[in-house]
């Protein structure tokens, strides 16, 4: 079955800790995205990717980092120096161009202690 | 830079039909999706427009005005499990085509 993963769906962390959220997509596609959602949000968006090896910064980008060195993966890590990381971590992939709806994974949900 | 506005709730009755607004401002438009959220869950694919007009896809509709930075999704027959989130999200071709999301608009139907 071609979907996206997400892993785990529920982390709990210390303050201070770094963490890294794993995001694997067997679609096919070139382009992946981390949203960060908190309750009663929306979506916002904190890094993208449209090709392996290169990725860009979204609206909320300070505190995280990612990589994108194979194309069905998209890890992103939450630094110690995002000062609020408790929050619901939405991936998802989509083709480049044209109709490409993205395709989302399950979520985690993170709980920084 | 990006702006999305959406109503942030509403309430509508089992059976009637609701019309969800979205406004948008961006320098590059290159299309708008809508995406239904259950609570707790993943958003799902409903509509993309990119051309102005009406896009009908059973008992949902999305309409488009580029000129006018306005798009609406129409829910028909509506139906309890209807009741969730419904998001509004533009692709902007001057940013590598990243997908900003608005704020969403909850939706609870009763009976």
């Given at each position: 079955d071609g979907g996206i993963t997400q892993s785990p769906k529920y982390l709990f962390r210390k303050e201070g800790q770094n963490v890294t959220l794993s995001c694997e997509q067997n679609l096919n596609h070139d382009a992946m995205y981390w949203y960060r959602q908190d309750p009663g949000q929306g979506l916002r968006l904190i890094y993208y990717s449209q090709i392996v090896?290169?990725?860009?910064?979204?609206?909320i980008a300070e505190g995280y980092s990612v990589s994108r060195e194979?194309?069905?993966?998209?890890p992103l890590t939450v630094t110690s120096a995002q000062k609020n990381p408790t929050a619901f971590y939405l991936c998802a992939s989509s083709i480049?161009?044209?109709?490409?709806?993205?395709?989302?994974?399950?979520?985690t949900r993170l709980t920084v202690l | 830079g990006q702006n999305i506005d959406q109503p942030t709730e509403m309430t509508a009755t089992?059976?009637?039909?609701?019309?969800?607004?979205?406004?948008?401002?961006?320098s590059g438009f290159n299309g708008l999706f809508w995406y239904q959220?259950?609570?707790?869950?993943?958003?799902?694919?409903?509509?993309?427009?990119?051309?102005?007009?009406?896009?009908?896809?059973?008992?949902?509709?999305?309409?488009?005005?580029?000129?006018?930075?306005?798009?609406?999704?129409?829910?028909?027959?509506?139906?309890?499990?209807?009741?969730?989130?419904?998001?509004?999200?533009?692709?902007?071709?001057?940013?590598?085509?990243?997908?900003?999301?608005?704020?969403?608009?909850?939706?609870?139907?009763?009976?």
């Amino acid at each position: 079955d071609g979907g996206i993963t997400q892993s785990p769906k529920y982390l709990f962390r210390k303050e201070g800790q770094n963490v890294t959220l794993s995001c694997e997509q067997n679609l096919n596609h070139d382009a992946m995205y981390w949203y960060r959602q908190d309750p009663g949000q929306g979506l916002r968006l904190i890094y993208y990717s449209q090709i392996v090896n290169d990725f860009q910064k979204g609206d909320i980008a300070e505190g995280y980092s990612v990589s994108r060195e194979k194309k069905e993966s998209f890890p992103l890590t939450v630094t110690s120096a995002q000062k609020n990381p408790t929050a619901f971590y939405l991936c998802a992939s989509s083709i480049v161009s044209g109709s490409g709806e993205q395709f989302f994974g399950p979520g985690t949900r993170l709980t920084v202690l | 830079g990006q702006n999305i506005d959406q109503p942030t709730e509403m309430t509508a009755t089992e059976g009637a039909i609701v019309q969800i607004n979205c406004t948008y401002q961006t320098s590059g438009f290159n299309g708008l999706f809508w995406y239904q959220q259950h609570a707790g869950e993943a958003p799902t694919f409903l509509s993309y427009n990119v051309l102005d007009g009406l896009e009908e896809k059973g008992r949902f509709s999305s309409f488009l005005s580029r000129s006018k930075g306005y798009s609406y999704l129409l829910l028909k027959e509506l139906q309890m499990k209807d009741s969730a989130s419904y998001l509004c999200a533009v692709r902007d071709k001057t940013s590598y085509d990243k997908v900003i999301f608005g704020p969403g608009t909850s939706l609870s139907v009763i009976p």
